[in-house]
């Protein structure tokens, strides 16, 4: 269905503005077809766009006039600016590898009705005018098909969002994308920083098991509310998590202090030091008596879920569902698989009776930023915490000690682990340690179990195949774990059963 808007910009800025808001949100296949007279603002625009995607306002775009097309590879995304004024007839945009280019990456296109009818259907057309003034202007923005609505609406809500919170005239560049539909700006505005977090709220699934999807089985976080939550409490305990300059929950917007990006790595090696630090901040979290209930700012509350047996199971079960038949070319068989849920709910039972605190569940090195200039915990600042849930204290010191993304030798994971041993026994008499490191090698042998087949599904269900290089460390993870005796009856079925390679 064919739709338009129209936006009035009043200074050459609201141009450079509207082409930032809009560089954020293009994607391999677009077409973006710019008209105008001449001088209207097509040229300004589209260097716009591209010095937003190259994040650097210096960088050289000449114009396309005379080459007719200019590529950009920028690492999120290759650009090509196609200039059509010289162009006799429509057929020459083959010779310009313009079908190549256009589904490779985006497209801008200058003078495009000099080949209007060979341009895709979703092609975006965004037309300039002249204003009321000299220096505005008119944007008006049609489409025929595609998902522009939606993509241009979220864009623009940010950008009031921005404007509401005091942030008018801030640049917004991409910081980062992650596993989940969340994503990342970085915001700057008058010498000020901050990170803007788009969260739309989770769409659910189809239902898995008991009429859910697996999101509500797994106890993922559905809206920002579970950020919100968790990183107040964080904050009124003394760990660092990222200040609240301001929200919009209902459209799952925030507005976070950047942190900075110094890492807990460096070179692809863990900084034993820096994982000492977090090993650290680990036994002091859980000293404290987490509640199950936070308040929200402006009123509400947010409950914190338990990491009961079907969130345990159903991720388990991810390495039934995708990295076995990934493998293999097919389904792990029946009755195997009814064995590998039984061996599995037999660990869960016994885990239920372990010491709980808040499992921030994803406590590794990207979620970790180091600060060289605080003392003690605040040595470092945790974010993404939102799937948080009540669960065994083991769960995130395996997350750390045994790092997904970044290689930790057998000894260095020993010297962490016996690092917290003695941290609690330090702190609390009654420690456990035998049954602390029982929890950590049947907990540590369930995150390498589920996350191969997470990111089997990120490649194979979600286009993100970048996943799969880890899947080597991950599998290494594993085959420590399942050394301890308590996990001697699951050693055994993934010797039978599990996949060679």
């Excluded at 141009?15 to 954020?24: F, S, V, Y």
């Excluded at 003034?133 to 998902?147: E, M, P």
């Excluded at 005091?166 to 008058?190: N, P």
């Excluded at 950590?440 to 042998?445: M, N, R």
Aim: proline share 6%; charged share 25%.
């Amino acid at each position: 269905m064919a739709a338009s808007l129209t936006i009035d910009l009043p200074d050459e800025a609201a141009t450079r503005r509207l082409a930032e808001d809009l560089a954020l949100i293009l994607r391999p296949g677009d077409v973006v077809a710019l008209h105008g007279d001449l001088g209207a603002g097509k040229s300004t625009l589209a260097r716009a766009v591209l010095r937003a995607l190259a994040d650097d306002p210096d960088l050289e775009v000449p114009s396309p006039t005379f080459t007719l097309v200019q590529a950009y590879a920028f690492p999120r995304l290759t650009v090509s600016h196609f200039d059509l004024y010289r162009i006799e007839h429509e057929d020459e945009l083959e010779e310009l590898g313009f079908e190549e280019a256009a589904s490779e990456g985006a497209a801008l296109v200058e003078w495009p009705q000099r080949a209007e009818s060979a341009l895709p259907a979703d092609t975006l057309l965004l037309s300039l005018s002249a204003g009321a003034t000299a220096d505005s202007r008119v944007a008006r923005l049609d489409w025929q098909t595609g998902d522009w609505e939606a993509r241009l609406g979220r864009t623009l809500r940010i950008r009031r969002f921005l404007d509401e919170a005091g942030w008018t005239r801030a640049t917004r560049r991409f910081l980062l994308g992650d596993a989940s539909t969340r994503s990342y700006e970085r915001i700057a505005r008058a010498g000020r920083h901050a990170i803007l977090m788009n969260a739309p709220q989770r769409a659910d699934g189809p239902p898995v098991r008991d009429g859910k999807p697996y999101s509500q089985i797994a106890h993922l976080a559905e809206d920002v509310r579970a950020f919100v939550g968790i990183g107040e409490g964080l904050r009124a305990r003394g760990f660092h998590a990222p200040e609240l300059f301001a929200h919009d929950m209902a459209h799952g917007l925030l507005l976070l202090e950047d942190l900075g990006a110094e890492a807990i790595v460096a070179d692809g090696a863990p900084l034993l030091e820096r994982y000492a630090a977090a090993i650290d901040l680990l036994a002091e979290l859980h000293t404290h008596d987490w509640p199950d209930v936070t308040p929200l700012p402006g009123g509400g509350t947010y409950r914190v879920p338990a990491y009961d047996a079907g969130a345990l199971s159903i991720e388990a079960e991810l390495y039934l569902d995708w990295y076995v038949p990934d493998v293999t070319g097919g389904p792990v068989p029946t009755e195997a698989a009814a064995e590998f849920k039984t061996l599995w709910a037999a660990q869960f039972e016994t885990l239920a009776r372990s010491e709980t605190t808040w499992v921030l569940r994803d406590f590794h090195s990207p979620n970790l930023i180091w600060r060289p200039q605080g003392s003690g915990t605040d040595r470092l600042a945790l974010i993404d915490y939102q799937d948080t849930v009540i669960g065994p204290t083991a769960y995130d010191v395996a997350s750390l000690a045994q790092d997904a993304r970044v290689t930790i030798p057998h000894d260095q994971e020993q010297e962490l682990v016996a690092r917290y041993v003695s941290l609690r026994r330090a702190q609390a008499a009654g420690f456990d340690a035998d049954a602390f490191r029982r929890d950590y090698a049947v907990l540590s042998a369930h995150r390498a179990t589920k996350i191969l087949g997470i990111f089997v599904r990120l490649d194979k269900r979600d286009g993100k195949p970048g996943y799969r290089k880890h899947i080597p460390r991950l599998r290494d993870y594993l085959a420590r774990s399942l050394e301890h005796p308590a996990l001697a009856d699951i050693k055994r079925w993934y010797q039978r059963h599990g996949p060679a390679q």
